[in-house]
């Protein structure tokens, strides 16, 4: 049985990888603060999802989401870490509230649920987890210093946990999206939008379902190799 946890599921990127992996047999638990949201890809979805509402910076809706997987098909296999947050500033205009509300969503939440879900991984000696990063984590971004510096965090992070828990049967990798056509990219204003998308080699943004499209590899067993890497659906704005 492929359980997969999948948080930030509510639109955009987490969104289509829900349904990526419903429609490849996975049950799926639909996270996303919203519960209207969560509810809404749950029931598109149908009999394969359930929708659990929460907050993935806080560690008792982080233990939730495990719990609530168990609960309704068995422990949790596959953890997709997707919750996502955006806000774009000049550094020098940069409110430390707004630093750390980036971090706790994207740091500290990957770190919470990984937490909730490994101890169990390592006890079956299997389990797959995918942190979605950013292209912006590995080359940074104007006006996003606090989104880059959390999106290299979570590739740190994938790379060192990869490092531990290789040989327990997990195997964690992250995905690093370029610019992808979703609310919270289209939250950005049109200058960055137009500016970024002039600098592309191929010349035009992702959609979700191509970024599910690799999630969905890094789930399957044909990814057995891949240990600690950081792909790149990016449109070449990162070539490695």
């Not at 940069?94 to 509300?101: I, Y």
């Amino acid at each position: 049985m492929k359980n997969a946890i999948v948080t930030g599921a509510g639109s955009g990127i987490g969104r289509a990888i829900a349904h990526r992996l419903a429609r490849e047999g996975y049950n799926v638990v639909v996270n996303d603060m919203r519960p209207e949201a969560a509810g809404e890809i749950a029931e598109e979805i149908g009999g394969k999802a359930i929708a659990v509402a929460g907050d993935v910076s806080l560690e008792a809706d982080a233990s939730r989401l495990a719990a609530a997987c168990t609960e309704a098909f068995g422990a949790c296999t596959h953890l997709v870490n997707n919750a996502g947050h955006v806000h774009q500033a000049r550094f020098l205009n940069l409110d430390p509230a707004d630093f750390d509300r980036m971090f706790a969503v994207h740091a500290r939440g990957t770190y919470l649920c990984m937490r909730a879900v490994l101890p169990g991984m390592i006890v079956r000696k299997q389990g797959v987890i995918v942190n979605i990063a950013s292209q912006l984590g590995q080359i940074g971004g104007v006006d996003l210093v606090h989104y880059s510096g959390a999106k290299a965090a979570i590739i740190g992070m994938t790379k060192a946990l990869a490092r531990e828990v290789s040989a327990e049967g997990v195997r964690v990798n992250a995905v690093a999206p370029g610019p992808i056509n979703t609310p919270l990219v289209m939250a950005l204003s049109d200058d960055w939008r137009n500016a970024k998308a002039a600098g592309l080699p191929l010349g035009r943004f992702g959609e979700p379902d191509e970024v599910a499209a690799t999630v969905a590899f890094l789930c399957s067993p044909e990814a057995s190799l891949f240990v600690g890497q950081t792909l790149g659906p990016n449109s070449g704005d990162v070539m490695l």
